[in-house]
């Protein structure tokens, strides 16, 4: 019995060492070189894995020496000389994945040393990009950057915040063009940034800028095709929840500048679509303190001007639309301190101006159609203290100019649309305590003065420069050798006086000069001296802080001149006249030398 125990016992013996072998790849049957280590390098529950399947010189390296329970995966399947490098060094619960399918030579590095749970992904599939992708604040940070041209295209994204932020950067132009596109949101708040700039052609596009503390969004988008140096602008330095969007889509050279200072939640939205070769000029600034919303577009390839300027303490709006063939001219005002509604509506073929006025308490609605072929003048106005709402469409076949403004204190929104073919200016001022809608120049408290000037063949300059918390000086010049040349100057010299003059000395030469001395007081002037048959002259002057004067001046040879004066000279009483001594003259007058008295 017992010498059968010891050869069983024996035979388990050589059973084990055999099977020791081939587990320890001590056997012939596996021919491969293949080595597979498996183990765990932290000091806790790390998992590390590579794996690199590319047949080409592909170089995969992947490090983990977090404490704690990290993973880092890194897979590299390109056949070309592709290098991908993830690390991940936080002590928190990380994770970080980095995919390259580029067929160029490109380089992703992607970093994340937040100790909190931050999430990073960068991915690049263009040919010859360098995308860079850094995040290091310790709260719940997200960053995401794409870039997928083909061309030299360079994205950059830098968010630094200790809160909740939010940055997004993608450029997708394929054209050759060196375009750039900057983001950086350094706001302790939950501040959210994203900029696009898709254009294809070779002119440097698009900015973006948002240092506020609070919850600012700020968007530009600039996708002209065309080959003129197109520049977008917007800055929000507002401490409150401020809306900045700008737009600047048309193929020629447009300039849209957009600055929005408020600490509370503003909205300034500026949109120039024209793909004429004509000098259109869009200007937006919103200073106030309450919620405004502001929206301008402007399409025209023509040369009109329009400009509109209220500076009454009080509830008062002013606007002025023509987009007649010939020159006609229309003017509204309204400065009640109640809740006011302002039509006009003019469908005629020939040269007809009408004027509609309510001055009810209530909450009113404003909209105007204009669908005549002659020449016809369009002016909405609400400035009612409850919730308005205003609408202005100009869908005229010649030059029109198209001016919206609505400062009631309520929550007011305005809208103005003008897509006449010809050359179009829109200019909105606002420059009331309470919730307005703004453009161009506001001489409150915190006198700010913008303007913007472009001539047109393709060489645009914008520029936007606010200096102090009072006084501010903006200056563009554009002296390019196209028929449109043009010259824009902006001199604050105050607290609050602002000056502002423009000179275009091209074929349709047209000057402007805006002069502020005084804290209420503002004069601006138009001159248009051009050969053509619709020269028109626009001054303004305010002389004090009620009374307002508005004269327009139609020399043109043509007959269908009009003038149009506008006076003011008390805190309530308005004056307008509208004189046409042209073959189908009308004449219109309103007298309101009261509170509440309408004479027509």
């Known amino acids: 019995m017992g010498l059968i125990k010891f050869t069983i016992l024996v035979f388990l013996y050589h059973q084990l060492l055999w099977r020791d072998n081939l587990l320890n790849g001590h056997s012939n049957l596996v ?29 995969t390296s992947t490090q983990d020496d977090g404490s704690v329970s990290d993973a880092s995966m890194t897979q590299d399947d390109r056949s070309c000389s592709n290098t991908t490098s993830a690390q991940d060094d936080g002590s928190g619960s990380n994770g970080t994945s980095t995919q390259d399918d580029g067929s160029g030579s490109n380089t992703t590095s992607t970093q994340d040393d937040g100790s909190g749970s931050n999430a990073t992904t960068t991915q690049d599939d263009g040919s010859g990009n360098a995308t860079s992708t850094q995040d290091d604040g310790p709260g719940s940070n997200a960053t995401t950057t794409q870039d997928d041209g083909s061309g030299s295209n360079a994205t950059t994204t830098q968010d630094d915040g200790s809160g909740s932020n939010a940055t997004t950067t993608q450029d997708d132009g394929p054209g050759s063009g060196s375009n750039a596109t900057s983001t950086q949101d350094d706001g302790s708040g939950s501040n959210a940034t994203a900029t696009q ?120 709006a002013t606007t002025t639309q023509d987009d007649g063939s010939g020159s006609n001219a229309t003017t509204t005002q309204d400065d009640g301190s109640g809740s006011n509604a302002t039509t006009t509506q003019d469908d005629g073929s020939g040269s007809n101006t009408t004027s509609t006025q309510d001055d009810g308490s209530g909450s009113n609605g404003t909209s105007t159609q204009d669908d005549g072929s002659g020449s016809n003048a369009t002016s909405t106005q609400d400035d009612g203290s409850g919730s308005n709402a205003t609408t202005t469409q100009d869908d005229g076949s010649g030059s029109n ?32 305590s309470g919730s307005n809608a703004t453009t161009t120049q506001d001489d409150g408290s915190g006198s700010n003065a913008t303007t913007t000037q472009d001539d047109g063949s393709g060489s645009n300059t914008t520029s936007t420069q606010d200096d102090g918390s ?73 002389d004090g802080y009620g009374s307002n004067a508005t004269t327009t001046q139609d020399d043109g040879s043509g007959s269908g001149s009009n003038a149009t004066s506008t006076q003011d000279d008390g805190s309530g009483s308005n004056a307008t006249t509208t004189q046409d001594d042209g073959c189908g003259s009308n004449a219109t007058t309103t007298q309101d030398d009261g509170c509440g008295s309408v004479n027509t």
Do not use: I, K
Request: proline share 1%.
């Open 31 to 59: 021919g491969a070189s293949n080595s597979v280590p498996l183990g765990n390098d932290g000091s806790g529950s790390n998992a590390t894995r590579t794996q690199d399947d590319g047949p080409g010189t592909n170089g």
């Open 197 to 316: 700039d898709d254009g294809s052609g070779s002119g440097s596009n698009a900015s973006t800028q948002d240092d506020g503390s609070g919850s600012n969004a700020t968007t530009t988008q600039d996708d002209g095709s065309g080959s003129g140096s197109n520049a977008t602008s917007t800055q929000d330095d507002g401490s409150g929840s401020n809306a900045t969007t700008t737009q600047d889509d048309g193929s020629g050279s447009n300039a849209t500048t957009t600055q929005d200072d408020g600490s509370s939640s503003n909205a300034t939205t500026t949109q120039d679509d024209g793909s004429g070769s004509g000098s259109n000029t869009t200007s937006t600034q919103d200073d106030g303190s309450g919620s405004n919303g502001t929206s301008t577009q402007d399409d025209g390839s023509g040369s009109n001007g329009t400009s509109t300027q209220d500076d009454g303490s009080g509830s008062n």
């Open 401 to 432: 100019a198209t001016t919206t403004q609505d400062d009631g204190s309520g929550s007011n929104a305005t809208t103005t649309q003008d897509d006449g073919s010809g050359s179009n200016t829109t200019s909105t001022q606002d420059d009331g």
């Open 470 to 542: 009072g006084s501010n000086a903006t200056t563009t010049q554009d002296d390019g050798s196209g028929s449109g040349s043009n010259a824009t100057s902006t001199q604050d010299d105050g607290s609050g006086s602002n000056a502002t003059t423009t000179q275009d000395d091209g074929s349709g030469s047209n000057a402007t000069s805006t002069q502020d001395d005084g804290s209420g007081s503002n004069a601006t002037t138009t001159q248009d001296d051009g050969s053509g048959s619709g020269s028109n002259a626009t001054s303004t002057q305010d």
